[in-house]
């Protein structure tokens, strides 16, 4: 025969305490001609910034790929899209982004085409893990006649359009200079990516690691 003691009231108690969600970053560096000088060091002082805090901080991942095209037979008039993915915290040494410095730019900007298969290897988003795809460039998406113009624009809203569905958050960056401040340009930066295109001047691009952080600050969720 087995007794059964007489349990307290409160042996079964709800749990609740407050954590940080698992947070997945995918940022992806335009290396266009255009963001020669400047524009180039900070955004790569920035993406180096994010990394390494990814390297030393739990549930914390960043991806960096980096994109632009290249000319077939050395010809610039036909250029190929590129995109290459570069550093993943998750299994690369934090040393790997000293490489970064050793960097050359050139070509167009495949942006559409090099979000859309970002897309398709970006983790699935759940209760447990957020997924955000980090867009830094300078310009409007461009290949000279193959890919420009309306044609480029509309296919990378459609291409945001469905990494939004998939419920990741898109944060988009346009660097600017005095010399690249034109409406055009804005309103078509805000048609391909809407309320999350921010423009930023090329000297206060750090602002976007001080984003990030706040933003990491937010994705806490209860555990019951």
């Not at 025969?1 to 947070?23: A, C, D, Q, S, V």
């Not at 000088?37 to 739990?58: D, F, P, W």
Request: aromatic content about 10%; overall charge positive.
């Amino acid at each position: 025969m087995i007794l059964f003691k007489r349990f307290p009231k409160l042996l079964f108690y709800k749990i609740e305490k407050e954590g940080y969600k698992n947070t997945f970053m995918h940022i992806s560096l335009d290396l266009s001609g255009s963001m020669r000088g400047e524009k180039l060091t900070q955004t790569i002082q920035t993406a180096v910034s994010i990394a390494y805090a990814a390297c030393n901080l739990k549930d914390f991942d960043v991806e960096i790929s980096l994109r632009g095209t290249f000319g077939k037979n050395g010809l610039s008039s036909n250029e190929t899209p590129l995109l290459a993915y570069f550093f993943d915290s998750r299994k690369d040494s934090v040393k790997k982004l000293n490489q970064l410095k050793y960097l050359n730019i050139r070509g167009m900007t495949p942006e559409g085409i090099c979000l859309d298969e970002i897309r398709k290897k970006l983790p699935r988003v759940n209760h447990y893990n957020e997924v955000y795809l980090l867009n830094i460039s300078d310009g409007l998406p461009n290949i000279n006649n193959i890919y420009s113009s309306t044609k480029a624009i509309n296919h990378t809203k459609k291409v945001v359009k469905s990494i939004k569905a998939n419920k990741v958050g898109v944060v988009s960056y346009y660097i600017h200079d005095v010399w690249d401040k034109s409406q055009k340009s804005k309103e078509s930066f805000i048609e391909m990516y809407g309320k999350d295109a921010k423009f930023i001047d090329v000297n206060n691009i750090s602002m976007i690691a001080k984003s990030i952080n706040s933003l990491l600050l937010k994705n806490t969720l209860k555990v019951f």
